[in-house]
């Protein structure tokens, strides 16, 4: 009998609880919430000048302190309706001409040269042209915007559609599908992944132009608020505007990724990074 037990508790697997399990998003929260708390510890002990480097607290009362004049909203309305312009002009124009030259032999050796060439300038030298050409109101912010949404958008439109596998194609071709049904059933899918990853990097850069149209010359917005910081030396008011940038810009791209997620919902990858 005493062998018989012996030989079940050999065999049974010992009882193990599950282990508690943590979500991605609170994990992704655990480096800012130290970082800020361990900045928040240096500034009271006098480890940091806090009118170098303010404390996060003292960055919460700033942006109470605009909220509270209504100038915040303001400025956040501003900035992302720029965004939002610039955007949506630099995309459609990318989508178009990224299609074309994807397509197209005679439109890739025609345009991507050139295309490409205007791709290595930096984003400010476009600044002094643009404010020749379209004056100081809203129309240069918005061109300089839409200039640096358009080359990820293009980039992702021609290199995904010219990757699309021979083989697919010629396939469809055996098949005798219509180029409507080409187009739709074989080339969007496989160019899907990268149009629309080029769709998230576009919208990222549109942040950043942002701030360099508004550091130009506006009245309102981010990139203002960051310029009336630096030249009153109000190093609160210049961290709580990256800081806003840094959570607008993060819900921008967590809406892009969840629309990537729902039209590649058919994609089984190994490494798919989260939002």
Known sequence: MANAETELSQAAPPLRLPRPRVPRAALGLLLPAAALLALELAVRAGWIASQLLPAPSELLRTLAELASQQALAAHVAASTLRVAAGFALGAIAALLLGAWVGLSPLACALLNPSLQALRAIPSLAWVPLLLLWLGIDEAPKIALIAIGAFFPVYMGVASGLADVDRKLVEVARLRRLSR?????????????????????????????????????????????????????????????AIALLALLGKLSDGLMAAVEARALHWRDGFGAVPA
């Not at 080029?198 to 950043?208: H, I, K, P, Q």
């Open 180 to 240: 409507t049904q080409l187009a739709r059933r074989v080339l969007l899918p496989a160019a899907l992944p990268a149009v629309l990853n080029g769709l998230r990097v576009g919208l990222s850069l549109a942040w950043m132009f942002m701030v360099a149209a508004e550091l130009i010359a506006a009245s309102r917005g981010l990139g203002y608020l960051l310029t009336d910081g630096r030249e009153t030396g109000r190093a609160d008011i210049v961290l709580a």
